[in-house]
């Protein structure tokens, strides 16, 4: 039987629909044994579901998929360092969060579900939608008001209920909570399901390097749930005995929103409050990350790091990219500034890193980056 457990106080739990954290208060994770077939792999279409015997959905009939995944892995030159991007604002709506959202709502579908709830920055929200629209699932979508105006218009094309809240990120949050006593609660930063979508990012990049894990992955963090996908996946890789070691993760945080850096150079197990400024970066402007031991320990675990990113810093990288034919968002924009940052102080290693949103959604954001 699949079940839930808190790594905070080691209770368990049924995968039910009303289950969606621990009674201690912290997130839940889901108990999971993944398979890699490498020759079953090789003959399937090219979509994260190739995985298949790693993503933990029961029978295939409930599979929501639209050919999503196995995105491009393309080299380019950054100041004389030859790196490796994965372009997954390749994705059916826009952004990487399609990874979790195939995989959690093809879980909503197996459990029979027919109302869910999700709060987002945008993206996970716009991916959610999508998905519940294919399954004919009603979904409502909790947004900051501030959230750019490309991502408000594409949650309601898919036909969601969309709620704007007035005030933070994290105000959102809590009143999106209030809302999952009643509904599922679909949410990218407490659903394990959404996680199990989002490491399908780790199996790829292992696949297009020759079934290698990379020396190091810099990735952006906002509430983790690219950074810890990736980690998750490449654990599994690696207890299974496919990789040999898990690749250093770097985390890229906006310097005006970073309680990640602070806890990580304090040393810290837990984020603590920190003072949250304007970003242009709205998908990592997260304060109070939900899953910020679990990211803290990834860091640790893998010997990684955090690096910040200035908003000039994000605007420049965002512009250049432009320049080089890739129109993302400012959010993927910190990563590469990040990257940037990274490449300062390194030697030869093979270097991935990641496009996660494409520019047509934070438009405005893009044109007038004070707004
Ligand atoms: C384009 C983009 N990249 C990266 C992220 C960061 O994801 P997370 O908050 O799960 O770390 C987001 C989140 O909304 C996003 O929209
Ligand atoms: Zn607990």
Avoid at 28 to 51: A, G, H, M, Q, V
Avoid at 197 to 210: D, H, L, N, V, Y
Avoid at 225 to 241: D, H, I, N, S, V
Wanted: glycine share 8%.
């Amino acid at each position: 039987m699949e079940r839930f457990y808190c790594s905070g106080c080691n209770r368990f739990y049924p995968v039910a629909p009303t289950i969606w954290r621990c009674e201690c208060g912290s997130f839940l994770d889901l108990e999971f044994k993944p398979n890699f077939l490498t020759k079953k792999i090789l003959k399937r279409d090219s979509t994260l579901w190739r995985y298949r015997e790693a993503l933990p959905i029961l029978r295939d009939e409930n599979i929501l998929s639209m050919r999503e995944g196995f995105t491009p892995l393309e080299e380019m030159d950054f100041n004389g360092h030859r790196i490796l991007l994965k372009i997954d604002y390749l994705f059916p709506t826009g952004s990487y969060k399609d990874r979790g959202a195939t995989v959690l709502i093809s879980k909503v579908k197996e459990l029979g579900l027919k109302k869910v709830i999700e709060d987002s920055s945008g993206n996970a929200g716009s991916a959610i939608a999508a998905y519940c629209a294919r399954a004919q699932i009603e979904c409502d979508i909790y947004v900051p008001q501030t959230t750019s105006a490309g991502k408000l218009v594409q949650i309601q094309a898919y036909g969601a209920d969309l709620k704007r809240v007035e005030g933070s990120r994290e105000k959102t949050a809590q009143v999106a909570m209030e809302a999952a006593s009643r509904i599922y609660y679909a949410s990218h930063c407490w659903n394990p399901f959404f996680l199990h979508g989002t490491k399908t990012f780790a199996f790829e990049i292992w696949e297009q390097m020759g079934w290698k894990a990379p020396d190091v992955l810099v990735l952006p963090v906002g509430h983790g749930t690219l950074f810890l996908g990736a980690y998750m996946g490449f654990r599994e890789l690696k207890e299974a005995g496919m990789v040999r070691r898990i690749p250093r993760l770097v985390g890229v945080q906006s310097a005006s929103c970073a309680p990640l850096y602070q806890a990580f150079k304090k040393g810290w197990r837990e984020t603590r409050p920190i003072e949250k400024k304007e970003t242009m970066a709205e998908g990592i402007a997260i304060a109070e990350p939900i899953r910020g031991r679990q990211i803290l320990e990834a860091l640790r675990d893998s010997d990684g790091e955090i690096l910040t990113v200035t908003e000039r810093e994000i605007e420049a990288a965002t512009k250049e990219m432009g320049r080089r034919g890739h129109f993302i968002e400012p959010t993927s924009g910190a990563t590469v500034a990040g990257l940037k940052k990274y490449l300062k102080h390194i030697k030869k290693k093979v270097i991935v890193t990641t496009l996660t949103g494409m520019g047509l959604k934070a438009a405005g954001k893009i044109s007038h980056p004070n707004i």
